[in-house]
């Protein structure tokens, strides 16, 4: 019996010796800087929410005007933040049915960027929705990430489309 705990023992230690000698894996991004859409509101609370941002009740990329204020698409850095605020810029596709300033107006109106604060790694694209705007059907609202000259977009995630209906 002495033998077999003995052995034990000293396999036990053998391991943690050994083990202890492998190097540390680096968990750390080490790619380049890019923005890409996520979907944010998934586990928040209302409590939560940053000032000017409002918790939507339907955590889908579909958003009826006539019941939603204000829809909000969280965009994130993925890399170091940085010491300045950063501005992204992003522009609504070609092939987008819903118009601005008749279903929906970017707030600021007519911005087209938006700034991710200074050590943060979030920023929020807020649309305001026109309520009566869509009588039937839907209308796709697809914006397009294009990053700014130092920091591009994700390619996996450089479209969010938001459909809006009735």
Do not use: W
Not at 17 to 23: I, N
Request: glycine share 10%; net charge positive.
């Amino acid at each position: 019996m002495k033998k077999i705990i003995l052995y034990g023992f000293s396999f036990i230690c053998l391991g943690l010796l050994l083990g202890g000698c492998m190097p540390k894996d680096d968990l750390t991004y080490q790619g380049p800087n890019v923005v890409e859409f996520k979907n944010h509101l998934f586990g928040r609370v209302a409590a939560r929410q940053p000032a000017g941002v409002t918790l939507n009740t339907v955590l889908g990329r579909t958003a009826s005007v006539n019941t939603r204020v204000t829809d909000t698409i969280y965009v994130q850095l993925i890399g170091a933040q940085q010491d300045s605020p950063i501005d992204v810029n992003f522009n609504v596709a070609a092939n987008s049915t819903a118009v601005a300033g008749t279903h929906y107006n970017f707030r600021p109106a007519g911005s087209s960027k938006i700034t991710i604060p200074a050590k943060s790694s979030v920023g929020y694209i807020l649309v305001d929705m026109i309520p009566g705007s869509i009588p039937t059907g839907t209308f796709p609202l697809i914006i397009n990430l294009t990053g700014n000259g130092t920091i591009g977009a994700s390619q996996n995630y450089k479209t969010f489309t938001l459909t809006l209906r009735n």
